[in-house]
């Protein structure tokens, strides 16, 4: 063993995992070196998740970067030649009918992202894996790309380490805890152990299961908490005696049931000659705090193996039995099973990303084998690039609010998540439980008043339509269709399209208090947001203005929208309530780099907004204000800020519409907004729920939304945002953004589409919610690019105006043709679809309004 360093670049707390230790050869691949890993555990651990993962992996999933990731970590475990990639099954039993919905609608997302999933019968399924009885089955769903890691995670990640040590660029350090880490000027200086302290530049954290006690060291928590979960083992069972194959038949998931099942192959294997039956608990899931886990020398079994009983299972392993009676022939192998930890996210995903309050110290925590060195790679680029090849808005730590972050949020949104990691179907707009009120709206309890029906975003209580409303109904019912089906209904009010519908012939008032805003100022504002910014931001003319703009990366990629308000000595930016603290921490840090002299604020929770649209906003909004003639066109151009008065309140209003019609956004001081609000609502302004903002109606303008329809995998162009011209004053990914403006054609574009037809096989109208294939109607593929993207819907929603389903999409040059005609997917079934515009050409806009870019 060498000599403990007292210095190195990167020290990765968890080298002993899949996860840190694909880090770890991602770095080396990616040039770095002088790496120190260390471990509580030995290396390869044999306390952490991966020293008992079952190590099955399904490409499937109802996100595109979940399927990145694991695509890349089947490769990646194959071409090292531990990957037996013997395909999985996915059954819904026979009587089960929403749970085939659900296979459905997975075999739609495998096709809108790359996979190769596909229906299969009950016969094809006894075929396939012939312990279960074909008749308990109704149909399912085959993986071919699904498989195992052989013989055992933590032989790849023991193996990985090897390499890299001999190298030269990787020293390792088992059992050697961390246990401080040492901060200075807000930048991680190193790591203290009982071996003695490292100083570094880097500190990676895939320590798992013990992930948010090392947040804790510097005042931070992960949003992630370990449950148990029951694993048990059935034999011997010994079929595939003399193969030397660790699995033989393929892998079986009953997610109806909350379980799956697999045999270990052959019995002189590792683990063979046995069937292995994993349950997750849906209904008290056992979670333990990292603080609660025991040391490896209190701990009967292992600190992340835990005692099973029987009566956890019992139940479901009875269901099982009658599905595969294999289990209930062979005998129960009591001593090797246990309840495993593994990670549950608060968030849905996984936390990766750098620290919100140290530079330097970096987290990958809650990812399971599957996409191990997926993430390894992700983490890898990330730190080398700022950047990586597929967008991580969806994982990355910046995300997390402040309320996020706290314990008991924590572990209420991680028990929910618990229950649901296998078994209900999740629906696309399915909201949370736990953790709601966080924050409300100055005008909250009028919105309840009017039967508001709320989601939330970013804490905040946000109503999507209101039964006061439903009036509307008997005038708009024949424009509003109904929907038969109730997964296209779930978490969606009728009411919504019919206020949309009355908010066209006259105005409405929606509560946008979620924005997430934050103020840049000081020397240096005006500087920082120039070089931040696609759009012009400085100059003299631009004071008293609303700038709709974009943060690009290096790569010239979209990574942010927004809209910044050029006030006479500061910026405020206006973003959206799920980017906006990714944001705000991003526009600090710059600042912090480039050293520009500046204060950033948030001031979410100071100001609220209430936009107010429609043909009649202008005469309604008059009847409220001090001064009605400063609203008169010619004193307040589109785009323009001006201070107004309403109820004695001081307003700034930006003439800017997100709606499709005209009107503008007010925006004032919290306390102010009750009045405002009430103001109003007093001369007969209808309140309108945000489903009108935030999904049909921008559909309808073709107006793109960030992290669905913006994502860095694609350029301005693309997204045809792009401005005439580019600005003389350099900008963050201006190189390359001049690059693609050279481009002849853009290899792909985003357009928008309809769908001709709606009706499925059995006659119900469809309303698809989520991502649908695109693809081509004569060879039935789904569309890729010349740079190998995939083209999916990456919005969808309903538009009462023009009466059909409308939908965001890229599409490959050579297929960007208004009229073009295409096919999408959903729940398994094609329907036609045709191209309705290329790039920004919205589909519903009034007479005199200006497009918001």
């Not at 026979?94 to 996979?115: H, L, N, P, Q, Y």
């Not at 020293?171 to 003695?196: D, M, Y």
């Not at 399915?430 to 709206?441: D, I, L, Q, T």
């Amino acid at each position: 063993m060498s000599a403990f360093p007292d210095r190195a670049k990167v020290v990765i707390v968890g080298l002993g995992g899949i996860v840190g230790a694909s880090v770890a050869h991602h770095l080396i691949e990616r040039g770095w070196d002088d790496i120190v890993g260390i471990d509580k555990s030995g290396i390869p651990t044999d306390i952490g998740s991966t020293a008992h993962a079952s190590d099955f992996c399904y490409t499937t999933s109802h996100d595109y970067l979940s399927v990145w990731t694991t695509q890349y970590s089947i490769d990646f475990f194959e071409k090292m030649g531990h990957y037996a990639r013997v395909g999985g099954l996915e059954i819904a039993r026979t009587g089960d009918d929403a749970w085939m919905e659900e296979i459905k609608r997975k075999v739609t997302s495998g096709k809108a992202f790359g996979t190769n999933v596909r229906l299969v019968s009950p016969a094809e399924i006894k075929e396939k894996f012939p312990l279960i009885e074909e008749d308990m089955v109704q149909g399912g769903m085959w993986d071919p790309d699904a498989g195992l890691v052989i013989p055992r995670s933590q032989t790849v990640a023991g193996k990985l380490v090897d390499e890299g040590e001999k190298t030269g660029k990787l020293k390792a350090f088992a059992n050697t805890s961390a246990q401080s880490l040492i901060v200075e000027g807000g930048r991680i200086k190193g790591v203290v152990t009982h071996r003695g302290t490292i100083t570094a530049d880097h500190v990676i954290v895939c320590a798992g299961l013990w992930g948010r006690q090392i947040a804790e060291m510097v005042g931070e928590d992960l949003p992630v908490m370990p449950v148990d979960h029951p694993l048990t083992f059935f034999g011997p069972y010994n079929e595939f005696e003399g193969t030397g194959k660790d699995i033989g038949y393929p892998l079986l998931r009953d997610q109806g049931n909350s379980a799956y099942m697999r045999d270990t192959g052959d019995p002189k294997t590792a683990e063979g000659g046995q069937i292995e039956w994993g349950y997750y608990e849906t209904t008290h899931p056992r979670m333990c705090h990292p603080r609660d886990i025991l040391e490896k020398n209190q701990a009967r079994l292992s600190p992340s193996q835990r005692d099973l009983e029987m009566e956890q299972v019992i139940e479901p392993l009875e269901r099982a039995m009658e599905l595969t009676p294999i289990l209930g022939e062979l005998g129960y192998n009591e001593g090797h099973s246990f309840n495993g930890l593994l990670q549950v996210s608060a968030a849905g995903g996984p936390s990766c990303g750098e620290s919100q309050k140290v530079r330097g110290l970096w987290y990958c925590v809650a990812i399971w084998v599957k996409d191990g060195p997926g993430y390894g790679k992700l983490i890898a680029d990330w730190i080398t690039d700022g950047r990586t090849e597929i967008d991580h808005a969806t994982i990355d730590y910046s995300r997390f609010y402040a309320h996020q972050l706290t314990e008991e949020f924590i572990e209420g949104r991680c028990y929910e998540a618990a229950q649901k990691i296998y078994f209900p179907a999740i629906h696309p707009r399915e909201p949370y439980a736990n953790g709601r009120n966080v924050k409300r709206s100055p005008f909250y309890e009028r919105e309840v008043e009017l039967g508001g029906h709320f989601m939330e975003l970013g804490g905040w209580e946000r109503a999507h339509g209101y039964a006061a409303n439903e009036h509307l109904l008997e005038k708009y019912g024949n424009r509003v269709p109904v929907r038969e089906s109730e997964w296209d209904s779930r978490h969606f009010w009728r009411v919504s399209n019919a206020e949309q519908l009355a908010l066209s012939e006259d105005c409405g008032i929606i509560n946008l208090s979620h924005f997430y805003m934050f103020d840049v100022e000081g020397p240096d504002h005006v500087e920082l947001m120039e070089w931040l910014c696609a759009a012009r931001i400085g100059g003299d003319n631009n004071v008293g203005k609303g700038i709709y703009t974009h943060f690009l990366d290096d790569e010239g990629n979209v990574r942010a929208d927004l809209t910044v308000f050029r006030m006479a000595d500061r910026c405020r930016i206006v973003d959206g309530a799920d980017a906006g603290p990714r944001d705000c921490l991003y526009v600090k840090r710059v600042a912090e780099e480039k050293g520009f002299k500046v204060t950033v604020t948030d001031v979410s929770e100071t100001f609220t907004t209430i936009g107010i649209w429609g043909p009649n906003a202008r005469d309604n909004l008059k009847k409220v204000v001090s001064d009605p003639a400063a609203l008169d066109p010619d004193n307040f151009p589109f785009a323009a800020i001006r201070s107004i008065e309403i109820a004695g309140k001081p307003v700034s209003a930006l003439r800017l519409s997100y709606v499709g019609e005209q009107g503008w956004e007010l925006h004032m001081k919290y306390e102010d907004g009750l009045a405002v609000w009430d103001a109003l609502r007093a001369v007969g302004v209808m309140a309108v729920g945000v489903e009108t903002y935030a999904n049909s109606r921008r559909m309808e303008k073709s107006l793109r939304l960030q992290n669905a329809d913006l994502l860095t995998q694609y350029n301005l162009y693309e997204a045809d945002l792009a401005r005439p011209k580019v600005k003389e004053a350099d900008f963050r990914g201006k190189a390359k953004h001049l690059e693609y403006r050279a481009r002849d054609r853009q290899p792909a574009m985003l357009c928008t589409l309809v769908m001709t037809e709606n009706t499925d096989a059995s006659g119900v109208k469809r309303y698809p919610v989520g991502a649908m294939p695109v693809m081509d109607p004569e060879t039935g593929k789904t569309l890729v690019d010349s740079l190998g993207r995939i083209s999916y819907t990456t919005s969808v929603a309903y538009g009462p105006t023009i009466g059909k389903n409308i939908a965001l999409a890229y599409l490959p040059q050579d297929y960007c043709e208004v009229g073009r005609k295409l096919t999408v997917e959903y729940m398994s079934e094609t329907y036609p679809a045709e191209v309705a515009g290329v790039g920004y050409q919205p589909l519903y806009d009034p007479e005199n309004l200006k497009p918001r870019s």
